[in-house]
């Protein structure tokens, strides 16, 4: 136990100051913060354009509307509307001397109402939103001079609601599970691959044989193992630090209410969430081990992962399918498979679908397909540690995995 832990202390060093690993970490911190403050940098690009809060004066100079304009709440839609008689150059000067954000002339030519939006943003549109409280009022207006009462004018201008139902409850919010899932598989393509990748490189510096007699082989794999997975969890965990932080500094109060209220998880939820990264990470994790261990240059490690990170991409839309349609045999399948448990169960258990069994199952699966790969890996890696230059086929792999 204390060479696996000293395995792990020296790869964890070792990772952390690689550049790659310093400079990946900066650069997906400034994009998280900069994905936060999104929101800002659109405001300040389209200052001036309709937003929550933007005054809009309405001039109906030609009173098409006979007097009725007031009867639209434009606090509903976020608008505080401003009705008057204006000459498009009013409108010009109160929208240049920021009374107002856009202004709005109705026009009739013939049978045709014509909506003239004034703003200083060539590239704003009318809010629809607006458009169709305006269209809606002087279809009301028409009805009403037919004699029609109010509830016959309803029955003819009924608003149509679509409501999508499954058959089956989901609870859950499907952006936080998708987020799950591509952390688990940012964790398994970045930090799981560099197992194979640091077990390949000190075949070819001759540092394996220096690590053979102080250790054994069953402690450099899985001290590795752990030591590249405790980096990945810090970086992770800056990574979750920048977030919420950025969160604080940029989102404003609304936002950043309704983004906690939307990614609320139950305490045993999250408990499972995070057994089955941690599981799914290591089962990965192995795989990568035993490609390494079955080359022996650096040019060779791509061509040698390219199997698993193929198994790690049909885990990860698996998953994908289970969000989109969370009842059915190939879900069923999903979560049981080792490949796709880690990313599919988790969503499963979010929404709410999966039993205990079903959870003991995957978990069970899971741990069992661990065990084994291990097994293998290490079995492979012990007797192909001083193999340099020999391409091995799957013949070789077979051979020394039977060998004692």
């Known amino acids: 136990m204390r060479d696996i832990v000293t395995v792990s202390k020296f790869t964890l060093k070792e990772m952390i100051k690689r550049k790659v690993f310093i400079i990946t970490t900066i650069i997906i911190m400034a994009l998280i913060v900069l994905g936060f403050n999104l929101p800002n940098i659109i405001n300040i690009f389209s200052k001036g354009s309709i937003s929550e809060g933007s005054k809009i004066l309405i001039a109906d100079n030609e009173n098409i509307f006979e007097g009725k304009l007031k009867e639209i709440d434009g606090k509903e839609m976020g608008y505080s509307l401003k009705i008057k008689t204006s000459s498009l150059d009013e409108i010009k000067k109160d929208i240049e001397s920021h009374k107002v954000n856009a202004g709005i002339i109705v026009e009739r030519e013939n049978n045709e109402i014509t909506f003239r939006y004034i703003v200083n943003d060539t590239m704003a549109m009318m809010p629809e939103d607006l458009g169709e409280q305006l269209e809606k009022l002087y279809t009301n207006i028409q009805i009403e001079k037919l004699g029609l009462s109010e509830t016959e004018i309803k029955q003819i201008t009924p608003t149509f609601d679509v409501q999508v139902e499954q058959t089956e409850t989901i609870k859950g919010n499907t ?38 007699t102080s250790t054994s082989p069953r402690t450099i794999v899985i001290g590795k193992t752990i030591g590249i997975g405790l980096g990945g969890l810090i970086q992770i965990l800056i990574l979750i630090l920048t977030a919420v932080v950025s969160a604080k500094l940029f989102l404003s109060k609304a936002m950043l209410d309704l983004v906690l209220t939307s990614t609320q998880v139950s305490p045993l939820n999250l408990t499972l969430m995070i057994i089955f990264f941690i599981l799914g990470y290591y089962l990965f994790a192995f795989i990568y081990a035993l490609s390494g261990s079955t080359v022996s240059k650096p040019e060779d490690i791509q061509a040698a992962a390219t199997p698993v990170t193929l198994l790690t991409i049909a885990g990860f839309y698996l998953s994908e399918m289970v969000i989109n349609k969370p009842v059915g045999s190939l879900t ?59 391409k091995m086929t799957i013949k070789d792999l077979v051979k020394m995995y039977k060998a004692k």
């Open 332 to 390: 069923n399948f999903a979560t049981i498979c080792p490949i796709s448990s880690p990313f599919a169960m988790p969503a499963r258990v979010m929404m709410g679908l999966s039993s205990p069994s079903e959870i003991i199952l995957s978990l069970a699966v899971l741990i069992v397909s661990i065990i084994v790969v291990a097994h293998v890996a290490i079995k492979i890696y012990s007797n192909a540690i001083l193999n340099y230059g020999t």
């Open 175 to 212: 952006l936080v599970i998708t987020l799950l899932s591509i952390l688990l598989f940012y964790a398994i393509y970045f930090c799981a691959y560099q197992v194979s990748s640091s077990i390949t490189t000190e075949k070819t510096s001759k540092i394996m044989e220096t690590l053979v």
